[in-house]
C-alpha cells in the first residue's frame, strides 16, 4: 500500500512561511493524488487541498487560497506544501495523504507551531 | 459543500459492548467516497472503511460500515480496549472534501 514520510517538527514566527514535504515510497508516486489536511490541537480534520502529481495540478480549499502552495519534485516522489504568512491559529499538524479507490492513506504528520 | 455531522459527539461504553456510531450528510453522498477513521491520540487517522462498507486491509470484522444516500452508520460489535479513541467520517466525492467533527469513543 505504501507509505508517506513527512519532514520533521518546525517552529516560525509570525508572518513566516513554513514548507512541508512528503516522501512517498512503495507505490508509483505519480499515480495517485496528494492531499493536505491539517489539525489544530484538540480539533477535528480540515482540508487545506489537492496536488495531481503527474501534472501538477492543484486545487486549494478556498480558505487557503493566495497563502498556500502545493508543488512537487517526481524525480524524488516528494510533495510539498507550503504556507505563508503565518498566524498562530495556523498551529497544527500538517499531515499529507494519499488519495486511493480504496481510502487515503496518511502520512506522520509534521507539528507546526507558530508562536513569537 | 457537504456538511458532515457525526452523532453523538461522545460515547460512553465498556469494553464488550456494542458501538453505533452515525455521520449524517447535508445532501445526498457518493458511497463510493465515503469513508470512516479511526484517530488514536498523537497518531495519524487510520483507515477502517471505505465505499461506506468495505473494511480497509487488516481491519478487524468487529468494524461495520453501513449506509447509503446522506445516512451512514459505523458500527463495532464487540469494544476491545484499543477501539477507543476517535472516529472520523469522511465525503471525498464531491469537492470540497469534508469530515466530520468526530466521535468520541471513550471507556466508561
Known amino acids: 500500500q505504501g507509505q508517506l514520510v513527512q519532514s520533521g517538527a518546525e517552529v516560525k514566527k509570525p508572518g513566516a512561511s513554513v514548507k512541508v514535504s512528503c516522501k512517498g515510497s512503495?507505490?508509483?508516486?505519480?499515480?495517485?493524488?496528494i492531499h493536505w489536511v491539517r489539525q489544530a490541537p484538540g480539533q477535528g480534520l480540515e482540508w487545506m487541498g489537492w496536488i495531481n502529481p503527474n501534472n501538477g495540478a492543484t486545487d486549494y480549499a478556498q480558505k487557503f487560497r493566495g497563502r498556500v502552495t502545493m508543488t512537487r519534485d517526481t524525480s524524488i516522489s516528494t510533495a510539498y506544501m507550503e504556507l505563508r504568512s503565518l498566524i498562530s491559529d495556523d498551529t497544527a499538524i500538517y499531515f499529507c495523504a494519499r488519495e486511493a479507490s480504496s481510502g487515503w492513506f496518511w502520512g506522520q504528520g509534521a507539528l507546526v507551531t507558530v508562536s513569537s | 459543500e457537504i456538511v458532515l455531522t457525526q452523532s453523538p459527539g461522545t460515547l460512553s461504553l465498556f469494553p464488550g459492548e456494542r458501538a453505533t456510531l452515525s455521520c449524517r450528510a447535508s445532501?445526498?453522498?457518493?458511497?463510493?467516497?465515503l469513508t470512516w477513521y479511526q484517530q488514536r491520540p498523537g497518531q495519524a487517522p487510520r483507515l477502517l472503511i471505505y465505499g461506506a462498507s468495505s473494511r480497509a486491509t487488516g481491519i478487524p470484522d468487529r468494524f461495520t460500515g453501513s449506509g447509503s444516500g446522506a445516512d451512514f452508520t459505523l458500527t463495532i460489535s464487540r469494544l476491545e480496549p484499543e477501539d477507543f479513541a476517535m472516529y472520523y467520517c469522511q465525503q471525498y466525492g464531491t469537492s470540497p472534501t469534508t469530515f466530520g467533527q468526530g466521535t468520541r469513543l471513550e471507556i466508561k
Open positions: 512503495g507505490y508509483t508516486f505519480t499515480g495517485y493524488y
Open positions: 445532501r445526498s453522498v457518493s458511497s463510493s467516497y
